[in-house]
């Protein structure tokens, strides 16, 4: 059970996480949408993970890798964003979120 803090820190780091994909991505990323579905923080507020949806990609593994490589770049913008609200800026750690997918292949499926 995460508790208050936790989960005021995950929404917070989810909204702006999500709005430097947005406003940055083009420039990082090329033209992919990137989205931030689920943020989870553990109990010290030491560590972010970041569930990550990409669309369009054809590689998403490739991507994700791409975006792993440029945490601490992103790390530092969150940094920049969030300073004044948390006492320790998070590491960051993303994760495919495949939700969509597997919905998408089960309603497959269920068509058949």
Do not use: N, W
Not at 3 to 17: C, G, H, P, V, W
Not at 55 to 69: G, N, S, T
Request: proline share 3%; with cysteine.
């Amino acid at each position: 059970m995460e508790s208050t803090r936790q989960l005021k820190s995950a929404r917070l780091i989810q909204k702006e996480m999500a709005e430097i994909f947005l406003a940055e991505s083009r420039g990082l990323f090329g033209s992919v949408m990137i989205s931030v579905t689920v943020c989870r923080m553990s109990a010290d507020l030491g560590i972010a993970k970041l569930y990550v949806s990409l669309f369009p990609v054809k590689d998403k593994d490739k991507l994700l890798i791409k975006i792993r490589e440029k945490t601490p770049e992103l790390r530092g913008i969150l940094g920049k964003r969030i300073r004044q609200q948390v006492r320790v800026i998070p590491e960051l750690v993303f994760f495919l979120d495949d939700s969509i997918d597997y919905a998408q292949h089960i309603e497959t499926l269920l068509k058949k």
